[in-house]
Structures are given as structure tokens and as C-alpha cells.
């Protein structure tokens, strides 16, 4: 049996698999916000079971190791613990570790709409915003990571990372209300011209085919605005494609399969 973990700053999605070919059980949790409790959790759901390997995607920046987390704002109890090495005792099997997104476009080059593109770049949505470019169906080279999320943008004469001003936690905070309680349409048009801008300049950056978007933000933006400004601001007509994950939620569980199948060499 395999663990395919995918942990976000709100939801923890858990998947099973016996072999590589299909993933036997899907479920999806809170995600705890204390070390010591997510380690508890994982102890008494899966320690019974014979588990050969898992794969947790994590939010945030992982050492060189990739045994922890060295910068993780929306997990802080998280950051700079001995995360493979206790999940290694607790579950009693070779644990792997990636950046959460990482997985996610890992998942979408195999299995979603980054089958037909041999570089893309993806980015999430979500309480936080994540990212990562893909090349060949691999996660492409780095030193420390892909973080889109932390990008600064010039407001007002001062500097905001665009995490800050464009994502779940950052939208309830400006507007005291969670992102799916808002439903004044002008808000979520101008936050979708937002996006296009930032597109525009992770475009030009990682130089992608396309770039596909997920997250739960995904579903109260305009996508219509979001094509059409991405198009009006891009400086010229070799453009990417901006599309839209069809994998949702699961786009994680599908990468940690995949990132332990290469990990084993199963062909």
C-alpha cells in the first residue's frame, strides 16, 4: 500500500493506492495547524497499516535535504522540525517530501491538462498561492523551490508579495469575510485583472506553453476577464495558453503517485 498525502494550509487530502495504476480511496480532512497533532493523526489512522512508501506534499519552502520545512507562513508550527525523520518512526516506511504544488503540476503533466504540454507552469489558488513549472513531465530544476505566491507588486508606493493581497487568507482578512461569503461581482473582476497581470509576469519568467490554474479562488473569478486582460497585457502575440485544471482537489494525490513511482524506478 501507498500514502499519497497533499497538505494544504486548510485541507489535508489523503490517497491509497496498492499499486501505480489507480488510486483505491480518496479523502479529505482539516489540516491541523500543530505539528505534535498531525503527527498524532497520522499515527492513528495509518500506522496499522502495511504502508511501502508515502509522499506528502507540503506548503511551503523545503531544505536542500528535503527533510523539512525551512519557510512555511501558513504553517508555522511546521517550520525546521525533523518532519521525514518523525513520520519515518510513525508510520515506519520511506517517506518522501515535496512542495505541495510541486505535486500538483507533477500530477497535471500525467494525468490532467499538462499531458499536452511539455513545458507549463501551474499555479494554485487557494489560502495561500503556490506554483511550479514543469518541463517534460518533471519538476523543472531549482535551488530552493518555486514560489510565485511571495512575487512583490508596487502599490500605493509601497511593496506587497502578491500572496498578500491575492489570495484566500488575504481576501478574508481585507474584507472580513471569507472568499465564498463575497458575492459582489465587481470585487472578483477586478481580482481577476489582478491575476492577468500576475500571469503575465510568471509568463514571462518561466516562459511557459501554458500555465494551468487550480484552487478553490478559481470558482468566484471571471474567467472570461481573466483570458481576455491576460491577452490585452501580454506584449506580444506568441502568448501561453491559460487554462483551467480539470483534476481540482486531486491534482496532488495523482503528483505523489507519480513522485514515488519515479522515486522507486517502477516503469
Known sequence: MFLLVNIGATKTKIGLSKNFKRIDKIEIFNTYQNYFDFLKFFKDKFSSLKIKSASFGLPGVLNRNKDKLIYSPNLKDFENKNIKKDLEKTLKCRILLENDAALEGLGEAYFGKGKRFNIFGYITLGTGVGGVRIVNREIDKKFFGFEPGHTLFLIDE???????????????????????????????NFYSEVL????????????????????????????????????????????????????????????????????????
Open 158 to 188: 509601497k511593496f506587497f508579495e502578491f500572496e498578500n493581497i491575492f489570495s484566500g487568507r488575504a481576501i478574508e482578512k481585507i474584507f472580513n469575510k471569507k472568499p465564498e461569503e463575497i458575492k459582489d461581482k465587481n470585487i472578483w
Open 196 to 267: 492577468s497581470a500576475f500571469l503575465v509576469n510568471v509568463s514571462l519568467f518561466w516562459s511557459p506553453e501554458a500555465i494551468i490554474l487550480n484552487g478553490s479562488l478559481i470558482q468566484s473569478l471571471n474567467k472570461k476577464i481573466i483570458l481576455s486582460s491576460f491577452k490585452n497585457f501580454f506584449p506580444f502575440n506568441l502568448r501561453p495558453k491559460i487554462t483551467f485544471s480539470n483534476l481540482k482537489e486531486k491534482a496532488g494525490i495523482y503528483g505523489a503517485l507519480i513522485y514515488i513511482k519515479k522515486s522507486l524506478k517502477y516503469n
